[in-house]
């Protein structure tokens, strides 16, 4: 990876590499996707619909007509209750989030938009759907909201959460795919729309304080009390993104010693650090995105940055600096499951099947029940709905847990309160998550992970989601015996989408991508970073020779 680190990594934006948001916003109104396009159609992956006005691929013809097989799908499923809307701070997300209301109110939906036209972090959002919707069995609310995530401040996005309030499974999602790309098809025939004025004016359009009730609530899943009694010092970058407000609220509401680093809201981004790649992008889990805290850690006992929806978090430390995602989700496991006496006894562990194996390690150590499924957070709902699953992350720094009783807080993925936590583990235990990290890499061993892409085409990427643990020959992997090879994930049997192969030294997996015609390689080793290269370099030969064309 190395090789590809782009030398303006980790410096300031050059003033002519910022987006011109004027002609980003002109061509989301002015372009025309054509559907005979695969790169133009609507397209679902596992975080709703993203793209770019300069692609053709996020215009306003793509946001009508998902916005419209959202209304057909609530008319089809009796969800009659309101529609939370939130947007974050990306520049094509106000004018979406515009379009998205005149369909909205066109199809007679009451919509709830943000008080103040405040921007609307992704964890807030879900929380209002499951508030409204306790103790409901009909006239139950969902959401819509528009981000695309962390991705560089040319992308707009567009996200559907149901009355569960997290991610849309995959029928809904393929649903409402095919009825947009329908739509395009008839050049938006059928699709109700009315002026944004008077969709503002609307009887069914309602104001409603996702900060209010997010940052009210708070002290039910994180003992704030603890952070403030203990006087724990925090930095905190919103990284211009959509909880750019909330933070000062916290502080102010619960009196802790929290310093919001930046407050700057601005589309280009131009206050942003640059990504490995020379990119900007909001990726709290970045060292070089998150350059500008990690300058300034020392005056501070822990820091953390979300991404531009707050759906992820990265955690600073003196003791580690940035922690990797894996490491922090099983420092924030180890603590929660020792510290939370009321959440259920038969809590699980959920993970997905490319996060660190040490989660495994801990979870045993606990007592509790391992819950490995697919990539996609989408896999953890029921279970957080439930209380099943008392904890639930994604290598990807994307975590939710349990409210203090042992309820459901949120059943999408929540930064905020995953970086909180970093605050009170500080506080209740008098050290920071890295050095915690340090205790439990000396008592399982240290992992070293990585991740590689490799070339496919079309062809090869079908055969490798499709593969199955028979067609693979290998029986040992960097001089390590494999014990096992997965095509589904163990704990719902979901098809992984690629393969996993397991060994006693560490462990792969190789799904293809879903845009570039490549597929990726997750590797972990317990035994060194030279082992580590051994399983990313025999895995590739090893999917290599699965894939290869019949001679």
């Known amino acids: 990876m190395a090789s590809r680190i782009s030398p303006l990594a980790g410096k300031p934006a050059p003033p002519e590499t910022l987006t011109d948001v004027d002609r980003l916003i002109a061509a989301y109104h002015d372009g025309v996707p054509d559907p005979a396009l695969p790169a133009q159609r609507v397209a679902f992956g596992t975080s709703g619909h993203r793209g770019t006005s300069f692609e053709q691929s996020f215009n306003a013809w793509h946001v009508l007509a998902m916005t419209q097989a959202i209304c057909d799908w609530r008319k089809a499923h009796a969800t009659s209750g309101p529609l939370f809307l939130g947007i974050d701070t990306h520049a094509l997300s106000g004018p979406a989030g515009e379009s998205a209301l005149e369909v909205l109110a066109a199809n007679g939906v009451d919509v709830m938009l943000a008080a103040n036209d405040e921007f609307t972090p992704t964890p807030a959002l879900s929380h209002a759907i499951l508030t409204y919707n306790r103790g409901r069995q009909s006239g139950l609310a969902d959401g819509i909201v528009v981000t695309p995530s962390h991705n560089p401040p040319r992308d707009g996005g567009f996200k559907y959460n149901p009355p569960n309030g997290g991610p849309a499974a995959q029928d809904i999602t393929s649903w409402v795919e095919s009825a947009a790309n329908r739509y395009l098809e008839q050049r938006l025939g059928g699709v109700k729309r009315m002026p944004h004025a008077d969709a503002l004016r609307a009887p069914t359009t309602h104001r409603h304080s996702y900060l209010d009730g997010y940052v009210g609530d708070l002290e039910h899943v994180i003992d704030l009390a603890a952070i403030r009694d203990a006087g724990v010092r925090m930095g905190v970058d919103p990284m211009g993104g959509a909880g750019v407000h909330y933070w000062s609220a916290i502080a102010e509401r619960y009196g ?16 942003m650090t640059l990504d490995w790649d020379g990119q900007i992008r909001m990726d709290p889990s970045s060292t070089y995105a998150m350059q500008r805290l990690l300058d300034i850690k020392d005056r501070f006992d822990v820091g953390f940055g979300c991404d531009t929806d707050h759906d992820r978090h990265g955690i600073v430390t003196r003791s580690a600096g940035l922690m990797q995602p894996n490491h922090y989700l099983s420092v924030a496991i180890d603590y929660l499951f020792q510290h939370r006496p009321q959440w259920p006894a038969k809590a699980a562990v959920g993970k997905t099947a490319v996060s660190t194996a040490l989660i495994d390690r801990v979870a045993a150590r606990l007592g509790r ?25 994604e290598e990807s720094a994307g975590a939710t847990f349990l409210r203090r009783d042992g309820s459901v807080w949120t059943t999408d993925k929540d930064g905020i309160t995953a970086a909180l936590l970093a605050a009170e583990i500080t506080a209740r235990t008098g050290r920071d998550p890295g050095a915690h990290y340090a205790d439990l890499a000396a008592e399982f061993g240290r992992p070293y992970s990585d991740r590689i892409d490799a070339p496919a085409t079309i062809a090869q990427k079908k055969q490798l989601a ?19 090879v997965l095509s589904q994930a163990p704990g719902n049997g979901g098809a992984i989408g690629g393969i996993k192969v397991v060994s006693e030294g560490g462990w792969f997996a190789a799904r293809p991508s879903g845009t570039e015609n490549i597929y990726k390689v997750y590797g972990e080793s317990f035994r060194s970073a030279e082992h580590l290269q051994r399983i990313l370099g025999e895995a590739q030969a090893i999917v290599d020779a699965a894939i290869a064309p019949a001679s």
């Open 369 to 393: 029940r391992l819950y490995e499924v697919p990539v996609g957070f989408k896999w953890f709902v029921d279970g957080l709905l439930d209380a099943s699953l008392g904890f639930v992350g």
């Open 256 to 271: 802790i010693d929290l310093t919001v680093v930046n407050e700057t809201v601005d589309p280009r981004f131009g206050f």
């Open 466 to 484: 499709a593969l199955t643990p028979e067609r693979l020959q290998a029986t040992e992997l960097a001089g390590d015996r494999i014990t096992g």
